[in-house]
């Protein structure tokens, strides 16, 4: 469309028909319209493949094509030309029908005259005009929703590649910590106990000498050996608290079991630890992380519980081992804030290094109940 010229595609037909058509148009505005007249469908469709036309006239009754076909191969053969149809005075709801379903306008033939005419041609032009522009915003936010959805992909695989590098990274770092506390353990147990212990006993030889001759520097190696009494037990205790396993397969059932007994106090609550079978793990590193599971576990009913009872179980159960610990305290306040603490996320993190699961639920009587299960006992 240059300025007021409008290029007319007529598919009519009837030739008296046709000339009515382009005479009223004429007539009715300053507009110039270029028509090119073709009698079929077939004819239009050729047209419309090798020339760009502003607004297409259709009479839907021609000799190859009636009714709704007429304007549904139109509208395939020119998908973005605005179109109006010219029905009969008898079918006018298929001009409704081809309105709703994609044409601009429909006029009824010998009805309208000639600014009518003029009129919807402008409209069909606009409105197919809108749909376009509306189509083009559509599909470009499509698009943008399509990049989005993309980078939003990207970004997701990113993350969780990163988590899983964390993940791996901070599991890392719980066995290697195991493992060093274990070696600190042993090295405080193998080397300064046995020091403090040889001192001991020379302490006790001198102060065997002097007892006759010095009793007065005879009581100082009384004070000397009391001082490295308390210094061994001391490093005993530390060595134990950094590698509490012994290392054979029942090492995991003692270490819960003192875990239990010291817990054991006038006035705290009543501990106890319930192993009804034997349950053997010789692999020390899966033992290792179990007890430090329970011990968490444990120490979390102690500090915020208020319970008054905490059972330890060791069961083997469906060919796996289960450990839990449950506690009558208090139970799990949901505050909605995000948990400062490490002890929960590191149980899980241990569990899961074991190659096993970690649940935390609140028990039906009150209180927590820890549970970790590994799905494979050893023999
Ligand atoms: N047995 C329990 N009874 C009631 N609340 C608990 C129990 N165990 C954990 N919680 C709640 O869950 C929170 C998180 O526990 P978590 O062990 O992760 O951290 P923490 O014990 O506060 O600190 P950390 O373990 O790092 O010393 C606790 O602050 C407490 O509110
Ligand atoms: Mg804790």
Same mark, same amino acid.
């Given at each position: 469309?240059?300025?007021?010229?409008?290029?007319?595609?007529?598919? /009519?037909?009837?030739?008296?028909?046709?000339?009515?058509?382009?005479?009223?148009?004429?007539?009715?505005?300053?507009?110039?319209?270029?028509?090119?007249?073709?009698?079929?469908?077939?004819?239009?469709?050729?047209?419309?493949?090798?020339?760009?036309?502003?607004?297409?006239?259709?009479?839907?009754?021609?000799?190859?094509?009636?009714?709704?076909?007429?304007?549904?191969?139109?509208?395939?053969?020119?998908?973005?030309?605005?179109?109006?149809?010219?029905?009969?005075?008898?079918?006018?709801?298929?001009?409704?029908?081809?309105?709703?379903?994609?044409?601009?306008?429909?006029?009824?033939?010998?009805?309208?005259?000639?600014?009518?005419?003029?009129?919807?041609?402008?409209?069909?032009?606009?409105?197919?005009?809108?749909?376009?522009?509306?189509?083009?915003?559509?599909?470009?936010?499509?698009?943008?929703?399509?990049?989005?959805?993309?980078?939003?992909?990207?970004?997701?695989?990113?993350?969780?590649?990163?988590?899983?590098?964390?993940?791996?990274?901070?599991?890392?770092?719980?066995?290697?910590?195991?493992? /060093?506390?274990?070696?600190?353990?042993?090295?405080?147990?193998?080397?300064?106990?046995?020091?403090?212990?040889?001192?001991?006993?020379?302490?006790?030889?001198?102060?065997?000498?002097?007892?006759?001759?010095?009793?007065?520097?005879?009581?100082?190696?009384?004070?000397?050996?009391?001082?490295?009494?308390?210094?061994? /037990?001391?490093?005993?205790?530390?060595?134990?608290?950094?590698?509490?396993?012994?290392?054979?397969?029942?090492?995991?059932?003692?270490?819960?079991?003192?875990?239990?007994?010291?817990?054991?106090?006038?006035?705290?609550?009543?501990?106890?630890?319930?192993?009804?079978?034997?349950?053997?793990?010789?692999?020390?590193?899966?033992?290792?992380?179990?007890?430090?599971?329970?011990?968490?576990?444990?120490?979390?009913?102690?500090?915020?519980?208020?319970?008054?009872?905490?059972?330890?179980?060791?069961?083997?159960?469906?060919?796996?081992?289960?450990?839990?610990?449950?506690?009558?305290?208090?139970?799990?306040?949901?505050?909605?804030?995000?948990?400062?603490?490490?002890?929960?996320?590191?149980?899980?993190?241990?569990?899961?290094?074991?190659?096993?699961?970690?649940?935390?639920?609140?028990?039906?009587?009150?209180?927590?109940?820890?549970?970790?299960?590994?799905?494979?006992?050893?023999?």
């Amino acid at each position: 469309m240059h300025g007021d010229d409008i290029k007319i595609l007529l598919v /009519e037909d009837s030739a008296s028909d046709a000339d009515l058509l382009r005479e009223s148009l004429q007539q009715a505005s300053k507009a110039r319209f270029e028509f090119v007249h073709v009698d079929h469908l077939n004819d239009a469709i050729t047209r419309l493949r090798n020339q760009k036309f502003d607004v297409a006239l259709a009479d839907l009754s021609l000799p190859d094509s009636k009714g709704a076909d007429t304007y549904r191969r139109l509208r395939a053969a020119a998908p973005h030309l605005p179109i109006v149809v010219l029905t009969g005075n008898d079918d006018e709801n298929l001009g409704v029908e081809a309105v709703r379903e994609t044409v601009q306008d429909y006029l009824v033939k010998g009805h309208a005259d000639g600014r009518q005419i003029v009129r919807s041609i402008r409209y069909a032009i606009e409105r197919k005009q809108t749909e376009e522009a509306l189509r083009a915003a559509r599909e470009e936010l499509e698009l943008r929703v399509r990049w989005r959805t993309a980078d939003l992909h990207k970004a997701n695989k990113l993350l969780r590649a990163e988590m899983a590098k964390r993940e791996k990274l901070q599991a890392q770092l719980l066995s290697t910590t195991e493992r /060093e506390q274990k070696r600190i353990g042993e090295d405080l147990h193998d080397g300064l106990c046995q020091l403090l212990t040889g001192a001991r006993f020379h302490n006790a030889m001198l102060g065997q000498q002097l007892r006759t001759t010095q009793p007065d520097c005879a009581r100082e190696t009384d004070a000397i050996e009391t001082l490295l009494k308390d210094a061994v /037990e001391n490093a005993r205790d530390l060595s134990y608290g950094l590698n509490p396993l012994a290392p054979d397969a029942r090492g995991l059932m003692t270490a819960l079991q003192q875990l239990a007994d010291r817990m054991q106090t006038a006035n705290g609550p009543r501990c106890t630890c319930n192993i009804p079978q034997p349950v053997g793990i010789s692999d020390h590193a899966v033992a290792s992380q179990l007890y430090r599971i329970a011990q968490e576990a444990v120490q979390n009913a102690l500090k915020h519980a208020g319970a008054k009872k905490i059972t330890i179980e060791l069961k083997r159960r469906n060919g796996g081992v289960t450990l839990s610990v449950a506690d009558d305290g208090v139970g799990m306040k949901r505050t909605g804030a995000r948990p400062r603490g490490m002890g929960l996320s590191n149980m899980s993190r241990r569990a899961r290094l074991i190659g096993g699961t970690l649940e935390i639920k609140n028990a039906d009587g009150g209180g927590i109940a820890v549970t970790c299960r590994l799905p494979v006992a050893e023999k």
